[in-house]
């Protein structure tokens, strides 16, 4: 069971780039993301409620915090990846394990070790291959420098979620935290259609089957399916093995990326993405590693 479940994250997480990018050729990023947060939320809600009880307790403002750097999250990754492309928008991602532990240094007061600071500065050296390749506009495949700033900063606040979580684990399961962060995503994302007139006066007699299909995808498989699947499995094997999904992701991401949007995989590409995947290995997951094979 766990083999299956580690290989749909990795399909459905790998596929959710491509899937958001389509649909934002139908939707406006900010309902896209209303549409999302209220379909996940509708279909997370029955098995919550079932075994949550909601809460009012005194550390709700840290919980609305969580839940609004998940909802930047969401909203700076659709506004992005309009102007960047598909392997961009998840190569991004890779980082957000050695960004945690960078955080964590700060807020958590967790070491940061010698290995970790090798691996930031080759994880900085292949980042800053992507910006320069972005500015030159060499290759469709980098995107925008833009594009790629609004993705990075939603990378950004997505790692704080992550940290910001962890403190809150001890009063908060992992499924109310997703519950919530669903919630309040369609509750901000609202609200900000409410307040730009395209995006409240937009008309959905223009959306295809095809782009309700691709709503149902992102709402269903990618954000409810996924989040609640990747808690079974962190609790099945460990946060770790967890996090090891983002490489085979990125890699499914730049081949769907390059199949349906022509996106070019090119030398540069290659090497920019190895030098961050590499950095990020010898930060987190080689520690790992190399503690269990000595402990």
């Known amino acids: 069971m766990i083999p299956f479940v580690f ?5 459905v997480g790998g596929s ?11 939707f406006p990023p900010l309902v896209l993301v209303v549409l999302r947060a209220l379909t996940a939320f509708v ?20 919980l609305f915090l969580v839940n609004t750097l998940f909802a930047i999250n969401w909203l700076t990754f659709a506004i992005g990846l309009q102007k960047t492309s598909v392997t961009m928008s998840q190569l991004m991602y890779v ?35 992507i910006a320069f390749e972005s500015i030159s506009g060499t290759s469709n495949s980098f ?10 900063f939603g990378v950004l606040c997505w790692s704080l979620y992550l940290v910001l979580s962890k403190k809150i684990s001890h009063i908060y399961s992992p499924l109310t935290i997703i519950f919530y962060n669903f919630l309040v995503s369609f509750i901000l994302a609202s609200a900000l259609v409410i307040a730009n007139p395209s995006a409240r006066n937009f008309d959905f007699e223009n959306i295809t089957h095809v782009g309700f299909l691709s709503l149902a995808y992102i709402g269903i498989m990618s954000s409810s399916v996924y989040f609640y699947l990747n808690q ?5 094997t460990s946060a770790f093995f967890s996090s090891l999904q983002i490489y ?13 949007f022509h996106e070019t995989i090119t030398l540069s590409l290659i090497i ?14 080689f520690q790992y590693v190399k503690r269990n094979k000595h402990g």
């Open 248 to 260: 085979p992701l990125t890699v499914i991401a730049s081949i769907l990326g390059a199949i349906f």
């Open 43 to 62: 279909v997370l809600a029955p098995f919550i409620l079932k075994t949550t009880r909601i809460t009012t307790e005194r550390k709700t403002f840290n």
């Open 232 to 236: 079974w499995f962190i609790k099945h």
């Open 95 to 129: 980082p957000t394990s050695l960004i945690v532990a960078f955080l964590s240094a700060f807020i958590l007061k967790e070491k940061f070790t010698k290995t970790q600071i090798i691996g930031l500065s080759i994880t900085i050296f292949g980042a800053l291959i």
């Open 7 to 11: 290989a749909l994250l990795i399909l």
């Open 272 to 285: 920019s993405a190895s030098l961050i995947m590499s950095g990020v290995y010898l930060a987190t997951s």
């Open 16 to 26: 959710n780039s491509s899937v958001v990018k389509f649909s934002l050729l139908q």
């Open 143 to 152: 995107g925008s420098l833009l594009g790629n700033a609004i993705v990075f």
